[in-house]
């Protein structure tokens, strides 16, 4: 799910200044001259209204000359001031999607408001984070909702990102679970539950975590089966590996299913008592001895 990640260390507004400088030299300098301080505005509305397209609507005097924004960021001269500041916001140091919370280095650079409605905001960094290739294939160039609530969270702007908002229940039977639901975390309010609902609709993430869920699953079983071996405490070891999958994110994939079975008292019990299936041969060969 989701990861918090803190803005880029840029100021948004100076950037806007510096590229309409640079503009002086080009063809389209009387174009940015005219702008500069409408698009200054522009940026700051942005800041303001934290990136909600709600609040924030497409501006006719970008969108008509959209091409002049979006080589700005598809083709930065060699010496140009965003140039910088698209490198730095590409570095691929995450190692997980902030957007949907899966593992792996996230390949490309979303705009959360997408360039090509937004063309004025294609290379204000607070409008970029990287995403994976497939939260890029599902969000397009969505926005909004049929009923005009926006679709996505917001990585930089929405600070309740930092608990952990959603909650896996996993069904029974225990040895392979018939059903495994992501939902919203109750301790959220329903405007807010109702958004993440709409970001893991819109971008898949409960069929994708479905997969996870399933792999994760059989190295529980395995890890329960090592655990009672070692006459370990179960709760104790399911505790560690919990606590090393929030250190990557509370919101990591990992996080959430090892949540999830410390809140099973249950599931707990079954791991700790019952016949598991990767147990078996050797509770078999026990009983023959
Ligand atoms: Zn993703």
Same mark, same amino acid.
């Not at 179960?234 to 560690?240: A, G, V, Y």
């Given at each position: 799910? %989701?990861?918090?990640?803190?803005?880029?260390?840029?100021?948004?507004?100076?950037?806007?200044?510096?590229?309409?400088?640079?503009?002086? &030299?080009?063809?389209?300098?009387? =174009?940015?001259?005219?702008?500069?301080?409408?698009? /200054?505005?522009?940026?700051? *509305?942005?800041?303001?209204?934290? @990136?909600?397209?709600?609040?924030?609507?497409?501006?006719?005097?970008? %969108?008509?000359? /959209?091409?002049?924004?979006?080589?700005?960021?598809?083709?930065? $001269?060699?010496?140009?001031?965003?140039?910088?500041?698209?490198? /730095?916001?590409?570095?691929?140091?995450?190692?997980?999607?902030?957007?949907? @919370?899966?593992?792996?280095?996230?390949?490309?650079?979303? *705009?959360?408001?997408?360039?090509?409605?937004?063309?004025?905001?294609?290379?204000?960094?607070?409008?970029?984070?990287?995403?994976?290739?497939?939260?890029?294939?599902?969000?397009?160039?969505? %926005?909004?909702?049929?009923?005009?609530?926006?679709?996505?969270?917001?990585?930089?702007?929405?600070?309740?990102?930092?608990?952990?908002?959603? $909650?896996?229940?996993?069904?029974?039977?225990?040895? #392979?679970?018939?059903?495994?639901?992501? +939902?919203?975390?109750?301790? !959220?309010?329903?405007?807010?539950? #109702?958004?993440?609902?709409? *970001?893991?609709?819109?971008?898949?993430?409960?069929? &994708?975590?479905?997969?996870?869920?399933?792999?994760? =699953?059989?190295? !529980?079983?395995?890890?329960?089966?090592?655990?009672?071996?070692?006459?370990?405490?179960?709760?104790?070891?399911?505790?560690?590996?919990?606590?090393?999958?929030? +250190? /990557?994110?509370?919101?990591?994939?990992?996080?959430?299913? =090892?949540?999830?079975? !410390?809140?099973?008292?249950?599931?707990?019990?079954?791991?700790?008592? #019952?016949? !598991?299936?990767?147990?078996?041969?050797?509770? $078999?060969?026990?009983? #023959?001895?």
């Amino acid at each position: 799910m %989701v990861t918090r990640l803190q803005r880029p260390a840029i100021d948004d507004i100076q950037l806007v200044n510096q590229v309409v400088d640079q503009r002086q &030299r080009g063809r389209n300098r009387g =174009y940015f001259e005219g702008i500069r301080a409408s698009w /200054k505005q522009r940026v700051q *509305h942005y800041i303001e209204a934290r @990136g909600n397209p709600e609040v924030v609507t497409p501006w006719a005097r970008a %969108v008509s000359f /959209k091409t002049r924004f979006l080589s700005l960021y598809s083709s930065p $001269q060699a010496d140009s001031v965003q140039k910088p500041v698209l490198e /730095k916001l590409r570095e691929r140091t995450l190692q997980m999607c902030p957007a949907c @919370g899966e593992d792996g280095t996230p390949n490309t650079l979303d *705009h959360y408001l997408p360039k090509t409605e937004f063309p004025d905001f294609a290379v204000t960094a607070v409008n970029l984070f990287p995403m994976c290739d497939t939260c890029q294939g599902w969000k397009l160039e969505k %926005v909004l909702s049929q009923d005009g609530e926006r679709l996505f969270l917001h990585p930089y702007f929405d600070e309740f990102l930092d608990q952990q908002v959603l $909650q896996l229940s996993i069904g029974e039977p225990y040895h #392979a679970p018939a059903s495994m639901e992501l +939902r919203p975390s109750v301790n !959220l309010s329903p405007a807010l539950q #109702a958004l993440i609902t709409r *970001h893991i609709e819109n971008l898949g993430i409960s069929t &994708r975590y479905y997969h996870f869920f399933r792999e994760q =699953y059989t190295h !529980l079983l395995g890890s329960a089966a090592d655990i009672r071996e070692e006459e370990l405490n179960m709760r104790q070891q399911l505790t560690l590996f919990r606590n090393k999958a929030r +250190r /990557k994110s509370i919101n990591s994939w990992g996080h959430i299913f =090892y949540e999830s079975v !410390l809140a099973n008292d249950p599931l707990l019990l079954y791991l700790e008592t #019952a016949a !598991l299936p990767g147990l078996e041969p050797w509770m $078999q060969a026990c009983a #023959a001895e």
